[in-house]
């Protein structure tokens, strides 16, 4: 949701009228009528939200680079960067000297070359405080290195806390304190994590706010520490670093890369600072199935000053793609709708712009999401009808890895129902991907009590709910308000970056029988149509929910939300697309 003000000083730069020519390769040519928002094809919405960001600043550079590019050495704000795929001139030795021998960059890459003889660890020309760091990397076999911050100076040693990189020669790993992703020598990883095979990229990141630090490998948190509570005190006293005072406690140091003779490669270094958290130079100025996170596991994140934020604008904005589920143009209030009350969407489209010429090229769920999601009409890339489980193109970037490699956020939560299952969401772009709870399973004597339709639909699911599921105390919980809880923390914890959200729930399904009366009761609708209404009700409070979350973190006028369906209403389930003819499976030729 972009404010009034900026929405007009974007029509009046544009001049109301814009012809635009992407040169990036998942964007098709199109025309924009910028005084109604009115777009041609649904997956040209697409055009729009990227034209926004470059609006916001976004280095005008970037268009016409491949979204494999590396990231500019100059970012808005003071958001630093510390490798710019090109130089070490951002790190030297640890006594100070230029980096000239046994480390190199090669095809964007930093590369610690071959040879047994150590030449020494690398650090940051700055100093960082709390701070967000992700970056790929890969290891010979029988390699050890690893990635520390929070460097200083003990005596003649530098130590920090440590991102240890180690491979055994077995497949796997060997979980422990000292093996890949651990806290080195204080806390182990998840022994589930996952590690990619030697020759092969890892996914990691670092993040580091006030005493908390988390360990994320391939898209898993993996390690969660507290500076200075029990746990942490008593792993000291275990550790080598015991005669170490204050280990870790320092709140600002230098991000080393370790040197222990081994080969090791490192790449896509993205580091982002929450607002107060200033970098320290030193010498030369800075150039500058997948399961991740749950609103009840994640940690809370100290909320920023909103006055902070808001004076903030100058960074790139927010965008949140909501992506509804057989949801009808007649089923909501800003487009006529009299018996299901939907205020938060209804805002929307009272604050906002409405895209009232959007349409799609193929009825069902899953080549409408690959269209969205590649910018692409679905039958470019062999999606006609359903055409589940086809691949969608991997020479080609998705909206969520053009974003990612231009130093956003991205998360994916809901359902997903886009290529084949190992094109998952962490595969195509997104770093984070929430966790899907268990799902509620009736029991004979509930199942019993439901009526027949609901019964034979769950009878095909061996009495396993679709739209219900169990929170982490066991209790019944509707799957869109868990949903709803997700976003919240996602926009929680990453206020202080530009952050890319997708939530596409799996609410409003056709024949969805599960709503809970309490959400039923606060609509006029009536038969089949009720339980329906129910869901969206459901999707609606979600809204609202994510509404709340912008204004209190002060980033509702630097976000762009965007709210749209994958087809048309199921008119069978109680759906409505009036005032148009049709809707999903009644015909491709019909409007609805």
Known sequence: MIGRGTLAAICRSWKFQLLIEMQIPIFERVRVDMRTFVVSQQSKILAILICLLINFNLDSSLVGQSAQDDLPTKRNGSTPVIFDG?????????????VTSG????????????????????????????????????????????????????????????????????????????????????????????????????????????????????????VSATVGNSSWTARIKESKFNDVPDFGRNQRGRIMLTDHGAEVWFRHFKISQPVGSETESSGKKSSKGVETFSPES??????????????????????????????????????????????????????????????????????????????????????????????IPEDRATMAKFLSDRGYATGHIGKWDIGTKRQGPLQVGFTEVAKIPPKKTYTPQELAQLPNALQKQLAKRNGKSKYLCKNKLGETKWLTDYDGDSIVNFVERHQAEPFFLYWSPEAVHSFNLEAPPRLMERTQAEGKRRSLAGAIVSVDDQVGKLLSA??????????????????????????????????????TQKEG
């Open 550 to 587: 912008l204004n209190k973190f002060g980033l509702r006028e630097n976000t762009l939300v965007i709210f749209t369906s994958d087809n048309g209403a199921d008119g069978d389930a109680g759906g409505t697309s009036v005032p148009y003819a049709g809707g999903k499976g009644q015909g």
């Open 103 to 222: 480390w190199e960059v090669v095809n964007g890459e930093i590369h610690r070359k071959p040879n047994k003889k150590r030449v020494g660890n690398i650090v940051t020309k700055d100093k960082f405080g709390d701070f967000d760091l992700s970056f790929e990397w890969k290891i010979a076999r029988n390699g050890n290195s690893g990635l520390k911050y929070r460097v200083k100076k003990y005596g003649r040693k530098m130590l920090g806390c440590e991102y240890q990189i180690f491979d055994q020669g077995n497949p796997g790993d060997v979980p422990g304190r000292k093996s890949t992703a651990a806290l080195y020598d204080l806390f182990e990883p998840d022994p589930s994590r996952q590690l990619k095979p030697i020759g092969q990229f890892n996914q990691s990141r670092v993040v580091v706010r006030g005493d908390r630090i988390e360990h994320w490998l391939n898209g898993n948190l993996v």
């Open 86 to 98: 090109k130089t070490l001139d951002n790190w030297m030795f640890q006594n100070g000297k230029a």
């Open 298 to 391: 994640s940690p809370k994140v100290t909320e920023i000053p909103r006055d902070s934020v808001n004076n903030n604008r100058s960074r790139n904005p927010n965008v949140v793609l909501i992506y509804i589920d057989d949801l009808g143009y007649g089923d909501l209030g800003c487009f006529g709708c009299q018996d299901i009350p939907t205020p938060n969407i209804d805002r929307l489209a009272k604050e906002g712009v409405r895209l009232t010429a959007s349409h799609i090229t193929n009825p069902p769920c899953c080549p409408s999401r690959c269209g969205l999601m590649m910018g692409q009409y679905a039958q470019r890339f062999g999606k006609y009808g359903m055409s589940r489980g086809l691949p």
